[in-house]
């Protein structure tokens, strides 16, 4: 009788963690999408690519809570699934565009948890900017994006190009798209290397 008892106290428990955890992560979803208003109401205003950008990055953290999936037991860890995430990713980004933008993606099926997806998310939404502002194509060809990400033993490999031309070294200490993807790979214990426009992440994982 004691241990059925304490059975009932226990997954009581357990579902008002899974409802703390839920009711959590939408209180998020509501202050971030209180601050992606607050940016347009004063991007009206002002028209600032600045403020465009920070909208972009802000609606990538967005993105990922509302694709947060909630372990079904206490004990499992709840996660984004990055092919999900990649593929809104895409489709936002492209169709935000005035370019003719052409993508193509192949993903394993891998789910990461939060800390983990926020900053591979951030990272491809700087990529994919850099290629939609600076990326020249030849003979008014479309901007095509590839990613391919794949699961390599105990690590995550990301390849990511664009069909640009005339690559620049990257010389801008400054810039603050480098510092957010030097600053996020840092953050997940990460590695990229560039070869002109193909960028090339290797993310543990395991």
């Known amino acids: ?15 008002e963690k899974d409802f703390y955890v839920i009711e959590l992560n939408h209180r998020v979803k509501n ?7 607050l940016i347009d109401i004063q991007d009206e205003n002002q028209n600032s690519e600045i403020l465009q950008q920070l909208h972009d990055r802000v609606n990538t953290i967005a993105l990922g809570h509302q694709l947060y999936n909630y372990g079904s037991k206490t004990e499992e860890v709840s996660t984004i699934n990055l ?3 990649f ?5 936002t980004k492209t169709y935000a565009s005035a370019r003719k933008i052409e993508y193509n993606f192949v993903s394993d ?6 800390d983990l997806a926020l900053p591979i998310g951030l990272i491809l939404n700087e990529l994919i900017t850099n290629s939609i502002k600076h ?69 543990p994982y395991a």
């Not at 009788?1 to 579902?15: A, R």
């Not at 593929?87 to 489709?91: S, T």
């Not at 099926?109 to 939060?114: H, K, Q």
């Not at 095509?144 to 490999?157: A, G, M, P, R, S």
Request: aromatic share 12%; no cysteine; hydrophobic share 35%.
């Open 1 to 15: 009788k004691q241990i059925e008892q304490n059975n009932i106290i226990l997954e009581k428990v357990s579902k």
């Open 31 to 37: 202050n971030l999408a209180v601050i992606l208003s």
């Open 83 to 85: 092919k999900d995430y």
């Open 87 to 91: 593929f809104f990713f895409f489709q």
């Open 109 to 114: 099926d891998i789910s990461l948890n939060v």
């Open 135 to 203: 990326a020249e194509t030849t003979n008014n060809r479309p901007l095509f994006l590839e990613l391919n990400t794949t699961k390599k033993d105990k690590n995550i490999e990301i390849i990511y190009s664009d069909n640009g031309i005339n690559f620049k070294s990257i010389t801008n200490p400054n810039s603050l798209g480098l510092y957010i993807i030097d600053g996020m790979i840092n953050q997940i214990s990460g590695n990229y290397n560039r070869e002109n426009s193909t960028y090339t992440f290797t993310i």
